[in-house]
């Protein structure tokens, strides 16, 4: 398959415990925020999503939590399995000055891998 | 329904030729975003199409462009090819642009460029 980065932080978890990946995002005006999951080969999947004026969301096996005052975002995963095995973005939605559009900054990613 | 598909999935080229990627959004989604990913800079935000015109564009140099047609189907045009353009290149797409719509990915274009 296809390598999406050689030189990302890597997140090593038994087979069944809980994942917590981590996000720094940049700037304080973003509003929306989202977790995405790209295996090999294929493109970035969406996992969960936040607004600004939320602080936890809970999905299937996964909790988003942001914290706007250290500008922090983590992705919890229950009970891992090794379909989880993947590289995970999170992304901000950002507001591009002058122009009333928005773009999609993505973190550098971290690989997660599955120890059976 | 359908995911967002992109063509060719592989494409290797050389310098200085010109490359013209293919990308068809969900059915019903009118926005489509393009990215670069590569190994060194990650994911990189190229530009953003709705209703045929181009609503911001990324810092990439004007060798990158894109069109999208009346059917919400988009193109991007690399002109004369460098070796840092060999790359994953993604298309994205919504049912609007902005905050209020998430983006869903296609399987991406693997450009490699000899």
């Known amino acids: 398959g296809e390598s999406v980065g050689l030189h990302l932080p890597t997140l090593s978890v038994q087979e069944g415990d809980n994942s917590i990946i981590n996000c720094a995002y940049s700037?304080?005006?973003?509003?929306?925020f989202i977790w995405y999951k790209q295996e090999s080969g294929k493109g970035p999947q969406f996992i969960i999503d936040?607004?600004?004026?939320?602080d936890k969301r809970q999905g299937q096996r996964v909790t988003v939590l942001l914290n706007k005052t250290v500008k922090h975002l983590s992705l919890q995963i229950a009970a891992t399995q090794p379909g989880d095995s993947a590289v995970y973005f999170c992304?901000?939605?950002?507001?591009?000055?002058?122009?009333?559009?928005?773009?999609?900054?993505f973190g550098q990613g971290t690989r997660l891998t599955i120890n059976p | 329904k359908a995911g967002v598909t992109q063509t060719p999935r592989y494409l290797i080229k050389t310098r200085g030729q010109q490359v013209t990627l293919s990308c068809s959004p969900i059915?019903?989604?009118?926005?489509v975003s393009w990215y670069q990913q590569t190994p060194g800079q990650g994911l990189q935000f190229l530009f953003e199409?709705?209703?045929?015109?181009?609503?911001n564009k990324g810092n990439f140099p004007g060798r990158f462009s894109g069109r999208q047609f009346s059917n919400s189907r988009s193109e991007m045009n690399v002109s004369t090819l460098e070796l840092g353009d060999s790359a994953l290149y993604l298309c994205?797409?919504?049912?609007?642009?902005?905050?209020?719509?998430?983006?869903?990915f296609g399987p991406g274009t693997r450009l490699t460029v000899l």
């Open positions: 994205a797409s919504s049912l609007e642009p902005g905050s209020t719509d998430t983006q869903y």
């Open positions: 700037n304080s005006a973003s509003d929306y």
């Open positions: 936040i607004r600004s004026n939320m």
């Open positions: 992304a901000e939605n950002t507001p591009l000055p002058n122009q009333g559009a928005q773009k999609l900054v």
């Open positions: 059915s019903g989604h009118r926005s």
């Open positions: 199409y709705f209703s045929e015109t181009q609503r």
